[in-house]
């Protein structure tokens, strides 16, 4: 079993729309959850950071982490075509810059006008 | 907004020859990491580095890799004698030790 799931999409919606992106882990141990939006040939942008379940919000973005399910989501409202990018859920056993990430291989999200 | 930067942004090489890739990080971050991504697949973890010495490291990150921070402020990756396979985006990445990691651009490196 990997150690991070998510589904590569694409996941296509009309401007507007909003989306939800998911992961799943199998890793009892990460505490501490990411979401990054990652452009073509570009590096991966840090959106949010979370730690413990429950739901943080940022602007148009939510966060949401289930450790029960290990299960976390991240959705967005009133999407544009600007957020049309490949997200990726990350996911750290410590808070500390010792802590390495575990990435997901991404969802590809097309926004159309 | 502070950021991280690499150069080169593309770098081409022959398999065999040493190649350094090089980054410099936000002024006030001290640790340093190094993660890949192999076209199409998922961003893995090369090295993580604090204090002038490396923390982890994973599979990867044979002798064939090194890091150092050779003057305070640029954070390098060399890879001694490339393969074929090493061809792949290099990212470096900084935090201020609370968890939060910040990206680079990226090296993309083809290995020929």
């Known amino acids: 079993q990997k150690e991070v799931e998510q589904d590569p999409g694409p996941l296509s919606v009309p401007e507007g729309a909003i989306v939800s992106l998911n992961c799943t882990y199998s890793?009892?141990?990460?505490?501490?959850f990411m979401w990054y939006r990652q452009y073509s040939r570009k590096g991966p942008e840090l959106l949010m950071y979370?730690?413990?379940?429950g739901n943080k919000e940022d602007g148009r973005f939510t966060a949401q982490v289930d450790k029960s399910s290990k299960y976390i989501s991240l959705f967005i409202r009133d999407s544009q075509p600007s957020d049309s990018a490949t997200y990726l859920c990350?996911?750290?056993?410590?808070?500390?810059?010792?802590?390495?990430?575990?990435f997901g291989k991404g969802t590809m999200l097309l926004v159309s006008p | 907004e502070p950021e991280v930067t690499q150069t080169p942004s593309h770098q081409v090489t022959q398999m065999g020859q040493e190649v350094i890739l090089r980054c410099v990080p936000i002024?006030?971050?001290?640790?340093f990491y190094w993660y890949r991504q192999i076209l199409g697949q998922k961003v893995e973890f090369l090295v993580s580095?604090?204090?002038?010495?490396?923390?982890?490291k994973s599979e990867i990150f044979d002798d064939q890799f090194s890091v150092e921070r050779p003057d305070g402020s640029n954070f390098t990756l060399k890879i001694r004698s490339t393969k074929l396979e090493d061809s792949a985006m290099y990212f470096c990445?900084?935090?201020?030790?609370?968890?939060?990691?910040?990206f680079g651009p990226g090296t993309r490196l083809t290995v020929t």
């Open positions: 990350a996911m750290s056993a410590y808070h500390s810059g010792y802590s390495t990430l575990t």
């Open positions: 890793n009892s141990a990460f505490q501490y």
């Open positions: 979370t730690y413990s379940s």
């Open positions: 002024s006030n971050h001290l640790y």
């Open positions: 580095f604090y204090n002038n010495e490396i923390s982890e």
């Open positions: 990445a900084t935090g201020t030790g609370s968890g939060e990691q910040y």
